[in-house]
């Protein structure tokens, strides 16, 4: 199952959103990292961003943003830990992460199978008719709704989807039209598919509010586990500031993936 019920029969769910995209990224390694150590609560987190292009940890900014456009729509560019390829984040678009300690055998793509079959068991439920086109793509009639990606380490797993709940897919286009353009290089470029989002798949206004209820009933439903809401310890509090401080707020990690 998604997050190996037969272990954790409950998780902590963290429905925690910063301000600042830098801070958003920053707790996403935190997370990872406390898998590894002990007190540990494996957690389901739902987020927001500020409108953001997240890439991907080994992504070249400038092969897959409009940095102009960037510049004068006030969009924030940053850079993730996970791989993968860029994505647009606004208001409309909600994240969905899930960490816990990695389990031995287990493969990436296995990993994207199961967790996306909670986006795929919600959308059902909104009268849907999505797939999963893999790697890590949820798509509804042809039209990217959800992407995810992952990161495995010694002894974590972290992974994380953005799912096009009401999201301004004019400025996704905008943002992220150099990743259209075929680049020889030897670092990852993003794969491009035409996008939706759930507002406009099932016709119907939702907001993000809504659909964060329904996803983690669809979590708690397709997993047998149980969702308590939780908080943040001190120390992942600590250890968010000194990175965000240190890496994801600094220019040399957002452009060149690197930090001092």
């Given at each position: 199952m998604v997050i190996q019920t037969s272990?954790?029969?409950?998780?902590?769910?963290?429905?925690l959103s910063y301000p600042s995209p830098y801070q958003n990224l920053a707790l996403e390694e935190v997370l990872a990292r406390g898998c590894e150590f002990s007190p540990f609560s494996a957690t389901v987190r739902l987020w927001v961003n500020p409108p953001t292009v997240v890439v991907g940890r080994f992504q070249d900014v400038k092969a897959e943003v409009d940095l102009d456009t960037c510049k004068k729509n006030e969009i924030h560019v940053a850079r993730r830990f996970t791989g993968g390829g860029a994505v647009f984040h606004d208001e409309g678009n909600l994240n969905f992460t899930i960490a816990t300690r990695r389990l031995e055998g287990i493969t990436l793509q296995r990993i994207h199978e199961n967790n996306c079959a909670v986006i795929l068991h919600v959308l059902k439920?909104?009268?849907?008719?999505?797939?999963l086109l893999p790697p890590n793509s949820v798509q509804v009639s042809g039209r990217k709704i959800a992407g995810a990606a992952a990161?495995?380490?010694?002894g974590y797993l972290l992974w994380?989807?953005?799912?096009?709940?009401?999201?301004?897919?004019?400025?996704?286009?905008?943002?992220?039209?150099?990743?259209?353009?075929?680049?020889?290089t030897s670092l990852i470029r993003s794969r491009w598919h035409p996008v939706t989002t759930v507002e406009d798949a099932i016709?119907?206004?939702?907001?993000?509010?809504?659909?964060?209820?329904?996803?983690?009933?669809?979590f708690e439903e397709f997993t047998g586990t149980?969702?308590?809401?939780?908080?943040?310890?001190?120390?992942?509090?600590?250890?968010m500031i000194a990175l965000h401080t240190e890496k994801y707020s600094t220019f040399e990690w957002n452009f060149h993936g690197y930090c001092k």
């Open positions: 272990t954790y029969a409950h998780v902590r769910l963290l429905d439920n909104l009268g849907l008719e999505p797939i990161a495995l380490g010694r994380h989807a953005s799912i096009l709940v009401s999201t301004d897919t004019r400025m996704l286009n905008q943002v992220l039209s150099p990743s259209r353009i075929d680049v020889h016709a119907k206004r939702i907001n993000i509010r809504e659909f964060k209820n329904q996803l983690q009933e669809s149980s969702s308590e809401r939780g908080n943040l310890s001190s120390y992942e509090n600590s250890e």
